[in-house]
């Protein structure tokens, strides 16, 4: 009877001691969740890319809210982690610019995906801790910058051939690594090329039609 008597009151002074525990770290984790945190800066979009996107609307939508994870709280964070969800869903569900229907893209759409669908089940946990959020929100803008990254290529590239009037690919050239001076310089030597071959067979015909 009397182990009995200390077993109930060592129980219950365990459990007491528990549930002060809980009570603690409930309250120390409730002002770190409103702790306001300045995330590291995305790449953005190159401004002069703008115009070339903006009839894709699933994916200005997500350019647009992604601003408000730049600077927040991990409750903000929380708060705002379900409508990304559906935002990103719907960018990958999108009908993409043929520029951008490639797998290189795909993968970085569906990375960021992934990454949004874990930051809205932490929505889901009621003790999660404040670090944790802010570790996910980082991968997270780390997935939405390596999407504009893309953006800022593929665009760039885009232009280049457009200059020059030719696809890069074929002379094995990265067109988002070569300058203004340099494109002038590839563009006039096309030129000089296209030219010498149109005077060679200008003579060719003239030899011919004089045999």
């Given amino acids: 009877m009397k182990n009995l008597l200390y077993f109930l009151l060592f129980s219950l002074f365990f459990s007491c001691s528990k549930e002060q525990k809980e009570t603690k770290d409930t ?3 409730k002002p770190l969740l409103s702790v306001v945190k300045e995330h590291f800066s995305v790449q953005k ?7 070339d996107i903006e009839d894709w609307k699933e994916l200005i939508a997500v350019v647009n809210f992604m601003a408000r994870f730049k600077k927040a709280s991990p409750n903000e964070v929380l708060s705002n982690a379900l409508e ?3 935002l990103v869903k719907s960018l990958k569900d999108s009908v993409k610019p043929k520029l951008f229907s490639i797998q290189s893209f795909n993968a970085r759409v569906n990375i960021l995906y992934n990454e949004t669908l874990r930051l809205a089940d932490m929505t889901f946990i009621p003790s999660i801790e404040a670090k944790k959020i802010n570790e996910q929100t980082d991968k997270v803008l780390e997935a939405f910058s390596a999407i504009n990254s893309k953006v800022n290529s593929l665009l760039s590239k885009k232009r280049f051939e457009e200059a020059i009037d030719v696809d890069v690919s074929f002379i094995g050239l990265d067109s988002t690594k070569i300058d203004t001076v340099s494109k002038q310089s590839i563009k006039k030597e096309f030129l000089d090329q296209k030219l010498k071959k149109k005077r060679k067979c200008i003579i060719l015909k003239r030899k011919n039609r004089s045999r």
């Fill in 27 to 29: 309250q120390t984790s």
């Fill in 45 to 51: 979009v190159n401004s002069t890319y703008i115009k």
């Fill in 84 to 86: 990304l969800k559906g």
